[in-house]
């Protein structure tokens, strides 16, 4: 049960790529019920709307999120030809950058750290300094998709590919509370979830489409009737990798049993589905309640 004093929260925001957008909803309602964040640990989307409210923006960058329509989200999708990935990532930080401005996240007041992994290395890599735009491009690297970072001698991708819900980096105070956010939630798939998963697809087939004058080396999707069949090279790969994230996630929950778990279904959005913030955010609220009501 959580009592009146439990008032001071350490905030484990994890990797998901769009439905990144639930951690708002979180975010706020931990806000409206009481909570004071003490610190925030993010990985991906997490360190995205992690490091973007340490700054004192997330009310910005909510309302930035909520007036994209599918084509500007198109738009901001800077594509390359690249074996590494096909998204460059630096138009939407730049869009971004233009409203709240890059800042030094050793100058927040509540701290943050930003979650990568080194190709090179082969371990986390920790931002906990420097520039917040830097740190967060660098957290974003989904493999396939976002073309890695170089930072020196690091070549960066993804912290979910280490560590999707990095609970084992915050510094917990005695009183404090543990909240983490799934993003990768293996919940039941609803009949409307499945008719998403099959606009999304069809979706990318047509960004694909768009772009065939200079990605002739992604593979095309078949045109079978089963979803499962559809699944080239490029959804083989990225479903592998969320497999390999539900796995370490359930473990690092395990290991390190937050005091309170919200879970958003793996199925609530695609990964590019930014167009949809309002719904998002949403579940990230009912999520939360859900969650918080239980310990009650």
Request: hydrophobic residues 40%.
């Amino acid at each position: 049960m959580i009592g009146s004093k439990m008032k001071n929260v350490r905030l484990v925001l994890g990797s998901g790529g769009a439905r990144g957008m639930a951690h708002i909803g979180v975010i706020e309602e931990l806000e409206k019920v009481g909570f004071t964040i003490k610190e925030i640990v993010g990985c991906s989307m997490g360190a995205v709307v992690g490091g973007i409210y340490c700054a004192g923006y997330l009310a910005e960058y909510k309302h930035w999120l909520i007036k994209l329509s599918r084509m500007d989200v198109f738009r901001l999708l800077d594509f390359t030809i690249s074996a590494q990935g096909f998204v460059k990532g630096e138009r939407v930080f730049k869009a971004i950058e233009e409203f709240i401005g890059d800042h030094q996240i050793e100058t927040f007041n509540t701290p943050f750290t930003a979650v990568a992994a080194d190709l090179i290395e082969q371990k986390e890599v920790l931002y906990k300094s420097g520039s917040l735009f830097r740190a967060l491009r660098a957290s974003i690297a989904i493999p396939t998709i976002f073309t890695p970072v170089r930072d020196g001698k690091l070549k960066l991708v993804d912290g979910g590919v280490l560590n999707p819900l990095p609970l084992n980096l915050i510094n917990k105070r005695q009183g404090d509370w543990v909240v983490a956010v799934n993003l990768n939630a293996n919940l039941p798939t609803t009949p409307q979830q499945e008719v998403k998963e099959e606009t999304e697809i069809k979706e990318r087939t047509a960004y694909l489409k768009m772009l065939d004058s200079f990605r002739a080396s992604l593979p095309k999707f078949e045109n079978n009737t089963d979803a499962a069949d559809k699944l080239g090279l490029f959804d083989l790969l990225n479903k592998s990798y969320d497999m390999t994230q539900d796995r370490l996630t359930e473990l690092m929950i395990d290991i390190h049993k937050p005091d309170l778990v919200v879970n958003i279904s793996r199925n609530a959005c695609g990964v590019f589905e930014f167009y949809r913030a309002n719904e998002i955010i949403e579940e990230g609220r009912k999520a939360f309640h859900s969650a918080y009501q239980q310990k009650q």
